[in-house]
């Protein structure tokens, strides 16, 4: 019926808009996704934008701290990929479109 259906392509656009690809190129869910972050050049290596997303972990879901793991990054440029990978500690980096 058409409650159903309504019901079902919520469902599919609630799982593509957090939907992340691994550097694998297989899609998998991720909890928080960062669009950007960006720290001024003389302010880097101070620990600024890792503060800012133990931030955002801290406070995207009350009561939950969202692990590094889950946290996706919107096609980040080569210092920010470096940035992601050390603070997720991981090598396979999720990218978010």
């Given at each position: 019926?058409?409650?159903?259906?309504?019901?079902?392509?919520?469902?599919?656009?609630?799982?593509?808009?957090?939907?992340?690809?691994?550097?694998?190129?297989?899609?998998?869910?991720?909890?928080?996704?960062?669009?950007?972050?960006?720290?001024h050049?003389?302010?880097?290596r101070?620990?600024?934008?890792?503060?800012?997303?133990?931030?955002?972990?801290?406070?995207?879901v009350y009561?939950?701290?969202?692990?590094?793991?889950?946290?996706?990054f919107?096609?980040?440029?080569?210092?920010?990929?470096?940035?992601?990978?050390?603070?997720?500690?991981?090598?396979?980096?999720?990218?978010?479109?």
């Amino acid at each position: 019926d058409m409650r159903r259906d309504c019901r079902e392509r919520a469902r599919i656009w609630a799982e593509k808009a957090h939907s992340c690809k691994s550097a694998e190129e297989r899609f998998e869910w991720c909890m928080c996704g960062i669009s950007r972050i960006w720290v001024h050049q003389t302010a880097r290596r101070q620990g600024i934008a890792s503060r800012l997303l133990e931030v955002a972990r801290e406070n995207l879901v009350y009561g939950f701290m969202i692990p590094r793991q889950q946290v996706a990054f919107s096609q980040p440029t080569i210092d920010g990929k470096l940035f992601a990978l050390d603070y997720t500690g991981t090598m396979q980096l999720m990218v978010y479109y």
